[in-house]
């Protein structure tokens, strides 16, 4: 009697390789790094004077999202400057495979969505750039998390606030989140207290009294 293979099931999860490729990656340029910076729309010339700003205060990873020609000459320009200066630099809003080209092209090391969307996951780990989707569900971060992804952006972090992330903590608790959205000097610290491993920042970084404060949370 001849006998019939069950059917395997598919999925749409991320390769586990190149996941802990991903995880490995960010658990690196994150260790000892509470903050990011997110400079979004600000030009070529004064995304640069920023990303200085945040270089010398002690934020490494700086993200320029992309949503425009000006954006990607932006992004060219502060991956150049970080080279020069030891730095990642990674493109933010990310939502499909023509981003993911203009990000690799103009030398990001990595990739940050505002959503979950595996096949814009697999397209940047396939370049070369680890990427950090955003969740905002114990769905999306079990769909993450299946996918092998460990390091992932909660998007919108002020609205989800700080009990959020305790509770993702139970269910799962290698998930390691980048809070992001609402976030500046001042609520920071209590994030990061919450359970955040990183607190990304953009505003913050054009004012004298939030720098201070933001020199207090690296040192914490």
Same mark, same amino acid.
């Given at each position: 009697?001849?006998?019939?293979?069950?059917?395997?099931?598919?999925?749409?999860a991320?390769?586990?390789?190149?996941?802990?490729?991903? %995880?490995?990656?960010?658990?690196?340029?994150?260790? /000892?790094? &509470?903050?990011? +910076?997110?400079?979004?729309?600000?030009?070529?010339?004064?995304?640069?004077e920023? #990303?200085?700003?945040?270089w010398?205060?002690?934020?490494?990873?700086?993200?320029?999202?992309?949503?425009?020609?000006?954006?990607?000459?932006?992004?060219?320009?502060v991956?150049?400057?970080?080279?020069?200066r030891?730095?990642?630099? /990674?493109a933010g %809003?990310?939502?499909?495979?023509?981003?993911?080209e203009? +990000?690799?092209?103009?030398?990001?090391?990595?990739?940050v969505?505002?959503g979950?969307?595996?096949?814009?996951?697999?397209?940047?780990?396939?370049a070369?750039?680890?990427?950090? &989707?955003? @969740?905002?569900?114990? %769905?999306?971060?079990?769909?993450?998390?299946?996918a /092998?992804?460990?390091?992932?952006?909660?998007?919108?972090?002020?609205?989800l606030?700080?009990?959020?992330? /305790?509770?993702?903590?139970?269910?799962?608790?290698?998930a390691?989140? @980048?809070? %992001?959205?609402?976030? =500046?000097?001042? =609520? #920071?610290?209590?994030?990061?207290? +919450?359970?955040?491993?990183?607190?990304?920042?953009?505003? #913050?970084?054009e004012?004298?009294?939030e720098?201070?404060?933001?020199?207090?949370?690296i040192?914490r």
């Amino acid at each position: 009697m001849s006998s019939t293979a069950a059917p395997q099931p598919t999925t749409s999860a991320a390769p586990a390789s190149t996941a802990s490729t991903s %995880t490995a990656w960010f658990d690196a340029a994150f260790d /000892g790094q &509470p903050l990011m +910076a997110i400079l979004r729309g600000m030009g070529v010339e004064r995304s640069l004077e920023l #990303a200085r700003t945040a270089w010398d205060l002690g934020i490494d990873a700086v993200e320029i999202p992309l949503q425009s020609a000006t954006d990607l000459e932006a992004l060219t320009a502060v991956v150049r400057e970080g080279r020069e200066r030891g730095k990642e630099v /990674g493109a933010g %809003t990310v939502l499909d495979a023509a981003t993911v080209e203009a +990000a690799a092209q103009a030398g990001a090391a990595f990739t940050v969505s505002p959503g979950l969307d595996l096949d814009v996951v697999r397209a940047s780990e396939a370049a070369g750039m680890p990427s950090l &989707p955003g @969740v905002a569900t114990a %769905t999306e971060v079990q769909r993450a998390y299946v996918a /092998g992804l460990r390091w992932l952006k909660a998007f919108p972090a002020s609205l989800l606030g700080e009990s959020w992330f /305790g509770a993702m903590r139970g269910p799962f608790p290698e998930a390691r989140f @980048v809070a %992001t959205g609402g976030m =500046n000097a001042r =609520n #920071a610290t209590s994030y990061l207290d +919450a359970g955040v491993r990183v607190v990304a920042v953009g505003s #913050a970084l054009e004012d004298r009294a939030e720098l201070d404060r933001l020199a207090e949370v690296i040192a914490r």
